[in-house]
């Protein structure tokens, strides 16, 4: 990993040099656009309303427009700023973990201990983790004042951007506001289904499929060329049959809880893949939108 901004860790007078990396990365498989004609390449160019020339990136400088006015502005300009020339990474306050909504948390970065003693890294690492504190950060990166949790992971510091407050939508859905009730015996049911999907998460056992079946597509198509058969490829796959909207929720739990059981019974619960989970979650997923296509056989199977 190569660092991608430096600089100090500030709170009170403790001062910890840090080396900020990102933590994460993209492994989808990169395609770019073809002329479906001939397959020539489509590229896009940066050119000059005025002057018609297509200009390089190092000479393009970025503009505010209000409607009547433009004003130019250059990276000198920007660099000039001092939010952006701050190379800290200011501590605001320590807030419980549980306070942090998920739904904020955008990019990841690990900090790495930039200095002759890691002591200062060290003492804040353990000093959130027993407290069960994360901090609220502020620091400036690629010309940006952002908003961040720094939190404990493993024996790292990781430093995960917030988004503000009004860059969250409100959900506003009128379904919501109607009154629905719930039996107790729907709640009893709805509980046992969950428990019996109950597991503990690993996220080694998923794997992006799309992008599996996507380089399978094109290894294909490089040995085989455009006449290359899907189905050979990837095998058939029947067509599932689109369920309706449910009429008896009570069933189609039940249902859902008789099969997720039998698949534990059947196949047990150790080694689990990815795509039993998601074969399993099904009923699941039917029951609280859709009917199962094959629900009357699994009443007969109550029966019986």
Request: charge should be negative; include cysteine; glycine fraction near 6%.
């Amino acid at each position: 990993m190569r660092a991608i901004w430096k600089g100090a860790l500030t709170f009170g007078l403790v001062n910890v040099p840090v080396k900020v990396y990102a933590a994460t990365e993209d492994h989808d498989v990169s395609l770019h656009q073809v002329h479906n004609k001939d397959g020539g390449r489509i590229r896009y160019q940066r050119k000059c309303e005025v002057c018609g020339e297509v200009v390089a990136y190092q000479d393009i400088d970025k503009a505010y427009d209000d409607g009547e006015r433009t004003v130019v502005l250059t990276k000198e300009d920007l660099d000039s700023l001092p939010a952006e020339r701050s190379r800290e990474i200011d501590v605001v306050e320590f807030v419980p973990s549980d306070q942090i909504d998920l739904l904020t948390l955008d990019r990841a970065y690990y900090l790495e201990p930039d200095s002759a003693s890691p002591k200062a890294y060290v003492l804040l690492r353990k000093t959130l983790e027993q407290t069960d504190r994360t901090a609220i950060v502020r620091f400036s990166l690629r010309q940006k004042t952002r908003l961040a949790a720094l939190r404990v992971r493993g024996d790292v510091l990781v430093l995960q951007t917030l988004l503000w407050a009004d860059e969250v939508r409100e959900a506003a859905f009128p379904a919501l506001d109607e009154s629905v009730r719930i039996s107790a015996k729907e709640l009893e049911l709805s509980a046992s289904l969950v428990e019996s999907f109950a597991s503990d998460f690993d996220p080694e056992e998923f794997t992006d499929e799309y992008q599996q079946e996507l380089r399978t597509l094109i290894e294909a198509k490089l040995e085989k060329g455009d006449a290359v058969d899907t189905s050979e490829t990837f095998g058939e796959r029947e067509e599932e049959e689109a369920g309706g909207e449910v009429i008896d929720l009570m069933a189609a739990l039940r249902a859902s809880v008789e099969k997720s059981r039998a698949a534990r019974e059947g196949g047990g619960t150790s080694g689990a893949t990815s795509t039993a989970k998601q074969k399993d979650a099904e009923p699941a997923e039917k029951a609280t939108g859709k009917a199962s296509a094959k629900k009357p056989a699994a009443k007969k199977k109550k029966a019986s």
